[in-house]
């Protein structure tokens, strides 16, 4: 007979991949379960609710997750933390490593990431990441004193909608472009999204128009479009 904790485990396992696969609202308990090989009744012994399941995938691996970022960007020496680049790839990377190295639960993880940030779930989002959205944006602005906390904050939403698609690996790139490139080679896809990634915070910096209102400092006039849109 399993202990409680793996049984636990087989349980999260089997609902991060339904989970992962058909979105929350489609997947049943008794599918959970039937993944899973336990009793319908374990689930609820050790959840109460399919929401409380949910928050318990999310939550197992964000605390992995916040645990690597913090540890990798602490590792950075003085002279790397001058450079956003060195904090962005300690941002990313460690998601890297645990999908390319630490099993195809982190994969399932990935694609649940990607749908799942609906104005339902965002609480939920907030509470496991806001701790590091902090940290690693205070490190955006020691590294380049031109980012204003509103500069920083708002590319770090953009850096994530970013890591978000990247790491679904959801075959968007294949289908718009008819098979000519691959999404599944997350690696590939990492090193050509982290320059990407680091050239938006310095245009976000050079740009010189933006005020921390958020409002435009008055423009030239443009010319006039010689073809009607």
């Not at 999260?12 to 929350?24: M, Q, S, T, Y």
């Not at 790397?80 to 645990?98: G, N």
């Not at 609480?123 to 944006?137: D, I, S």
């Not at 500069?151 to 994530?160: F, I, K, P, Q």
Request: aromatic share 10%.
């Amino acid at each position: 007979m399993p202990g409680a904790d793996q049984t636990r485990t087989s349980i999260l396992n089997a609902a991060e991949i339904a989970f992962a696969a058909k979105g929350f609202d489609v997947v049943s308990l008794r599918e959970i379960a039937a993944k899973a090989r336990v009793p319908l009744g374990l689930i609820i012994y050790h959840f109460r609710s399919k929401e409380k399941l949910f928050i318990a995938v999310v939550g197992r691996r964000a605390d992995e997750l916040n645990a690597r970022r913090r540890d990798a960007l602490e590792a950075l020496t003085s002279e790397e933390r001058k450079s956003v680049e060195k904090i962005i790839d300690a941002f990313l990377r460690p998601y890297l490593e645990l999908m390319l190295h630490d099993g195809p639960g982190w994969r399932a993880y990935g694609r649940l990431i990607a749908w799942a940030p609906s104005q339902r779930w965002m609480r939920l989002f907030a509470r496991q990441f806001k701790e590091n959205a902090h940290l690693f944006t205070d490190a955006m602005i020691a590294a380049d004193r031109r980012l204003t906390p509103e500069l920083a904050a708002r590319g770090y939403v953009h850096l994530v909608y970013v890591m978000v698609g990247l790491f679904a690996a959801n075959d968007n790139l294949e289908m718009l472009f008819d098979g000519d490139y691959t999404s599944r080679d997350l690696k590939h896809s990492y090193e050509c999204a982290l320059p990407f990634l680091t050239g938006a915070f310095q245009a976000l910096v050079t740009a010189g128009d933006i005020t921390s209102s958020g409002r435009h400092k008055t423009l030239p006039k443009p010319r006039k479009r010689l073809i009607p849109i």
